[in-house]
Every structure is written in structure tokens, then in C-alpha cells.
């Protein structure tokens, strides 16, 4: 698969085959995509919790804040939830400046997922607090991302932007979920 079309499948999925398990083996090898890719001045401070245990997943789901511009929406229901999540962590003792690395290795793993027949979710909105209180972090930690695995169970087709500008994420009555996407032309400032 060609990386354009990598990126075409890797959408936000939000809504999962909860019963389909995402195994360790498949999660390490995602955390080794993100492990080999850029770090920002090369800190490589990111640390990553891996879970796949259906009693800790139940323990994360809470904690996340799903689709904030669909506030309706309260987040998948039970047997939509994840199928696995990796936590990513800034190691403070590492490095001071956490801005990219997690979000570069974020992408990472979502890319190798889709490779995998897989789907997933970026979220960062969440307590810091009551996840590290979670989790049971030494100090040294501060999470930063939660990535939400496992097998998509969602539609997720992408709209151009209307004339409106309005990017808002949206679900029609038959669930699937349309993502208005700027045109090309609209990005591009010029040529110099």
C-alpha cells in the first residue's frame, strides 16, 4: 500500500469491533514504528503504556473526552469502545520540550495500524491528572496522548468544505461519519 493510501484510510476512528482483541505483540511493534521514527532534537523522551486487557481498557475509557465538536455525542457505546489502547508519556528526565514527539509517534502507529487492517484515535483530551493518578505514574511522567486501537466498526468519508468554511465533523442519520476537508488550492499560499 502506497503511503497515499495509507493516509486516506487512517481516519479518526472512533467507534471499534470491541471483541475483535488487538494482541501485545501487534502493540509492540507499533510503539517500534514510533520508536524508529524522527524525535524532535532527537530526545526520544516519550515513554508508552500498553494495554489491551479489557478490565484496564474499561478503567481508560472514562477518562477520555470523545468528538468535541460533536458534543451530543457521548463517545462509543459498550462493544464500540477500543479493543486496546497505548498511552504515551513525556519522560521529564529525558527532555524538557514536548510539543511533537508525541504526535510524530502517534502517526506512526496509526499508519502501521491501518497497515494492519486496524484503526485508531488520537486523543489528547483528557485529564493529565486523573490519568496519571490512573495509571500510578512516578512524578518523572506526564501523560500526553492516548491512542485508542482496534478494529474500525465506523463509515468515515471525506467531504469538501463548503462555501461556508465550516470543518465541523459530523454523523448522518445512518452513522456514517463525514469529514469536510479544505481543497488543495485553498491551502497552497503560492509558489515561490
Known sequence: MDVRE???QNRSFRRFHQDVPVDMQTLRELVDLARISQSPWNQQAVKFLLCNRPEKNADIFPLLH?????PEWGGPVEGERPAAYIIVVADKQLGKIFNYDHVVAGM???LGAVERGLGGCLVGAFSKKSMHAM???DERYEPLLAIALGKPNETIVLDP???????AYWNDERGVHHVPKRALEDLILGEL
Open 6 to 8: 495509507l493516509i486516506l
Open 161 to 167: 468544505v463548503g462555501p461556508d468554511g465550516n470543518t
Open 135 to 137: 495509571l500510578k505514574l
Open 66 to 70: 470523545w468528538a468535541s465538536r460533536m
Open 108 to 110: 506512526s502507529i496509526l
